[in-house]
């Protein structure tokens, strides 16, 4: 299988930490998506909507979406809950880092870190700030009364939500206000197989 991603996207690392706390292998092809490569004509073979990471398996199918793609490389795995109501828990939390996390923490993120915060987006970064801390609250309520975020065992849920949260800062979130969430970072690069963001 082959994984086309860039290394300094949280979306792509979420992957490579899930490989590695799973001790398995993939294939990795680097995509420069500032220098348009996810929107070259094979590229959109691949992947229509032109994002990364997307996931090429040996027989030439292709799943995309980070999430979706946790989902296939973990079946079985114990970092999939065993109980219906847990499994639609872990869910939550994966739509809520789609829909209410990712679009401020990772696009505050992009905009000071790959477009080196130019005029043009200054705005744009300011109104991120807020639901970026939006966010951050949700998940301090959640981990100040849990270690982790479905419950006391790491599970995809927590990877996800990792990716982002744990380089905050260099979308201008400051999280010391957020011990629960700290405490909850440094559980999980404590996991045995640990890998940090190869950026």
């Known amino acids: ?12 690392y979420k992957l490579q930490l899930l490989l590695a706390l799973l ?40 799943i995309s979406e980070s999430n979706a793609i946790m989902h296939f ?3 079985g ?9 847990d499994m639609a828990v872990l869910l939550q939390w ?11 923490i990772a696009v505050a993120r992009y905009i000071n870190l790959y477009l080196g915060m130019p005029d043009t987006h200054r705005t ?14 949700v998940m301090e309520a959640r981990l100040a009364n849990s270690p982790f975020l479905v419950s006391n065992y790491l599970t995809l849920a927590d990877i996800s939500l990792f ?13 010391s206000a957020y011990p629960a969430i700290r405490n909850w970072i440094k559980l999980v690069e404590a996991q045995p197989r640990f890998i940090p963001m190869q950026a």
């Open 1 to 12: 299988m082959k994984i086309y991603g860039d290394r300094r996207s949280g979306n792509c």
């Open 23 to 62: 001790n398995k292998q993939c294939e990795w092809e680097d995509i420069d998506i500032l220098k348009g490569e996810s929107r070259t004509d094979g590229f959109l073979q691949l992947s229509p909507n032109g994002k990364i990471p997307i996931l090429e398996l040996d027989d030439g199918r292709v």
């Open 73 to 75: 490389l973990a079946v």
């Open 77 to 85: 795995s114990n970092l999939m809950p065993t109980t219906e109501f």
């Open 94 to 104: 994966q739509f809520f880092e789609q829909y209410s996390h990712e679009p401020y």
């Open 124 to 137: 744009e970064y300011v109104a991120k700030q807020a639901g970026g801390y939006r966010a951050l609250a």
């Open 163 to 175: 990716a982002y949260t744990h380089v905050a800062h260099e979308g201008g979130f400051d999280l």
